[in-house]
Structure formats: C-alpha cells, structure tokens
C-alpha cells in the first residue's frame, strides 16, 4: 500500500515537472517571438532615421520566411513597394497577439480598448506640481 502511494506521489510530481516544463518552453518561445518582432522593429526604425520609406529588400525576405511572421505581416512585408508603415503596423499588431499569448500564458486576463472604462481613466491621478518660491 505504501509502495502504491509512493508511486502514486512520484507520478503526480512527474506530471507536474512536466507541465512546468511545457509552461517554460511556451513562455521562452513567447520571448524569442517577441525578440525578433522587436528586432525587425529596429530594422525600420534604423530604416526610417535614414530617411527611407522602403524596408530593404534583404528585411522583407527575413519577415515572409520567418515562423513568428503570421500571414498579415508577410502580406504587407510582399507588398511591392515594401512600405515602411505597413510593414511597422503589421509588426505591431503581430507583437500584440504575442502579449495576449503571454497573458494567457501567466494567466493573466486580457484587456483591450473595447473593455475600456472611462471610470478607469478618471481613477489616474494627474501630477502637482509644487510651486517653488524663490
């Protein structure tokens, strides 16, 4: 009997070992997404400080063969005339779906701006300024 419940206690600790595991592994690939959104985010601003409007060629290839790219971020990275907005607002929205990814990852609830409660804008307090006398 002691030897079932002690098998039974190492199996449940197994199983639990396991789903840590899992839970990490989700959670490191969450990060690696969001590295490399980041990363071509950096590309188009670098882009953008060059006072280009076009990502370059080389960029776009890296974004419509990526894993983490989904399908709208490679359709604006296809477009062609590779434009920089596009291709940033479509980053955006992609690193977006990564955060409610993470969320549900942690368990955390999911906000969006349709949940949006003016009484939770009034609850932000603005700063005093102090008044200094000289």
Not at 12 to 37: E, H, I, Y
Not at 77 to 98: L, N
Request: net charge negative; aromatic share 2%; proline share 3%.
């Amino acid at each position: 009997m002691a030897a079932t419940i002690h098998c039974l206690v190492n199996e449940a600790a197994d199983l639990a070992t396991k789903r840590v595991l899992t839970n990490q592994q989700r959670l490191d690939g969450v990060r690696s997404d969001l590295a490399q959104l980041d990363e071509w985010l950096r590309v188009c601003e670098e882009t953008r400080m060059l006072n280009e409007e076009v990502l370059p060629k080389q960029s776009c290839l890296q974004i419509v063969t990526s894993e983490v790219a989904p399908d709208y971020l490679k359709a604006a990275a296809e477009r062609e005339d590779r434009d920089i907005t596009a291709v940033q607002d479509s980053i955006f929205d992609a690193e977006g779906e990564v955060m409610k990814r993470l969320n549900t990852l942690v368990g955390q609830p999911l906000w969006t701006d349709d949940e949006a409660d003016k009484e939770d804008c009034a609850t932000i307090k603005q700063p005093t300024l102090a008044v200094v006398e000289s």
